[in-house]
Nanobody, 115 residues
Framework: QVQLVESGGGSVQAGGSLRLSCAASGTIFTINTMGWYRQAPGKQRELVAR???????NYADSVKGRFTISRDNAKNPVYLQMNSLKPEDTAVYSCYGFIDSTLYWGQGTQVTVSS
């Protein structure tokens, strides 16, 4: 059974950095696009960043220039380096991935940025 396991969340002061990672485990043949969504209390879920198996990246306008998504190869893990964090980045961050044509989600990890 395929699972996505996230790590790296936590609490940081504004201006600080965190790195999230997302690793897929199980019997896997092909991993396509992977990425991160986030959801803050009372707000809609927002796509933060995604990366294709070929390394093409997309970012939400709110994180461009501050966040970087990367992967070591076409498989996993996937990393989200978050720099210059702001209080408005506070949310639950969830990893997702299209693995063998099926969409999987991680369990979510809390990121809290204090002012």
């Amino acid at each position: 059974q395929v699972q996505l396991v996230e790590s790296g969340g936590g609490s940081v002061q504004a201006g600080g950095s965190l790195r999230l990672s997302c690793a897929a485990s199980g019997t896997i043949f092909t991993i396509n696009t992977m990425g991160w969504y986030r959801q803050a209390p009372g707000k809609q879920r927002e796509l933060v960043a995604r990366i294709t198996s070929g390394g093409i990246t997309n970012y939400a306008d709110s994180v461009k220039g501050r966040f970087t998504i990367s992967r070591d190869n076409a498989k996993n893990p996937v990393y989200l380096q978050m720099n210059s964090l702001k209080p408005e980045d506070t949310a639950v961050y969830s990893c997702y991935g299209f693995i063998d044509s099926t969409l999987y989600w991680g369990q979510g990890t809390q990121v809290t940025v204090s002012s």
